[in-house]
C-alpha cells in the first residue's frame, strides 16, 4: 500500500495569514509581470483581491514587500522589494524542508 501526506504551509502573525502558499504565487507574477493587474490575471484573481493580499502582506511585514506605481498614461506597475524577493526565497526553503520531513516521517509509517 502507499501512503502520501497532504499539508499546506502558512505563516501568521497575531493571528492574522502572512504568508502561505496563495500570497508567494501572487508575488512571484508580480515579480515576473511587473504589475498587480497583470500578476492578478495570470492567477484568475480579481485585483480587488489580489491588492488585498498584497496590501495585507505589506502591513504585516517588517519591510515593505512590493513598491507600487500609480497608473496614468504610462500606466501603473509593481515590482518586489529586495525584501520581497528574500520573503519568497525563505518560504520556498521552509515549504521544501517541510515537504522533506514530511516524506521521511511517512517512511515510519512504512516500517512497522
Known sequence: MHYTIKSRIWIESEGHVFLGEGRIQLLKAIAETGSLSKAAKSLNLSYKKAWHLIDSVNKTAKQPVTIN?????????????????KLIVLFDDINKNCWSFLDEQ???????
Open 69 to 85: 506605481s500609480t497608473g496614468g498614461k504610462g500606466g501603473g506597475g509593481a515590482e518586489l522589494t529586495d525584501y520581497g524577493k
Open 106 to 112: 511517512l517512511k515510519k509509517l512504512e516500517t512497522i
